[in-house]
């Protein structure tokens, strides 16, 4: 009897110990999200009638072979006065909003560049040092991007989910249209990094990361992201009928006046 009486009086015990109250800041312990690869945003303002521009997107093709082309973003803004807005016999991919960007940085001659919004206007020729730089700075937040496309309407719609990873990030969320396997016109040099090799007015010239459009705004939209938080933002458009949506893809980035925190691309097939 006294054995069984010590077994009850234990288990009460145990129970009572159990319930004991809990603080609440050591019921979880917080786990800091895990930290994502940065990625960096080259803005290439170049021009259909300007013969050195073939050279900085030749610097492009060797960044993004170096590193990808995920994590080096490009995006050729036709623009300035070399760009071409196009006439009766050829197709022009200087843009309205593609000028503004022009003028906003105070570009001075093409090719040029702005890497990730900071650092000022850079020659083609400084591109590979900065983006090594950028590359090593560590991304804030993360990016992804659902387009969802309607062959019928033209419709495309998007989703970009930005995610918090370290810190706070207040700035604008930016989401642009960009085009590849697009054939005009270019000047150029015959061998496009060699300008003593004579110039020629390339009328099979593909375009690739060709800026088509900013879907939500010409300069985004506000965004403030902490540490931990999700937040997702969507946006529709219409393709023009001109536009190819089986080499097109969303470009979504995240800036202030620091510069851009982190950006994505994602192709609007593969989303499919």
């Known amino acids: ?55 900085a997107t030749w610097q492009i093709e060797q960044l993004q072979e170096q590193y990808g082309a995920d994590a080096v973003i490009a995006v050729g803004i036709h623009s300035g006065p070399l760009g071409f807005a196009g006439n009766k016999d050829n ?75 370290d810190g706070s990030t207040n700035g604008n969320l930016q989401i642009w249209l960009i085009e590849d396997g697009v054939k005009a016109l270019q000047l150029r040099y015959n061998n496009v990094t060699d300008a003593s090799s004579g110039q020629v007015a390339d009328r099979e010239y593909v375009h690739n990361h060709v800026f088509r459009a900013a879907v939500n705004g010409t300069w985004g939209e506000a965004i403030t992201l902490n540490e931990g938080d999700q937040k997702t933002v969507s946006a529709t458009c219409i393709l023009q009928e001109d536009w190819n949506p089986a080499q097109m893809s969303v470009v979504a980035f995240v800036y202030n006046d620091q510069g851009v925190a982190q950006c994505a691309i994602q192709k609007i097939s593969d989303a499919q």
């Open 1 to 55: 009897m006294k054995r069984f009486t010590y077994i009850i009086l234990t288990l009460l015990l145990t129970l009572a110990t159990a319930c004991d109250p809990v603080s609440e800041d050591e019921r979880l312990i917080y786990m800091k999200p895990a930290q994502v690869a940065r990625n960096v945003l080259i803005e290439d303002f170049t021009g259909q009638r300007c013969v050195n521009c073939p050279a």
């Open 91 to 165: 197709i022009g991919l200087m843009t309205d909003t593609g000028n503004e960007y022009y003028n906003r940085w105070s570009v001075e001659y093409q090719p040029a560049g702005v890497i990730d919004r900071n650092g000022g206007v850079l020659a083609y020729t400084d591109w590979q040092a900065k983006v090594y730089e950028e590359l090593q700075k560590p991304a804030p937040l993360s990016l992804i991007i659902a387009p969802k496309y309607d062959a019928l309407s033209r419709q495309l719609s998007i989703d970009v989910t930005a995610a918090g990873t």
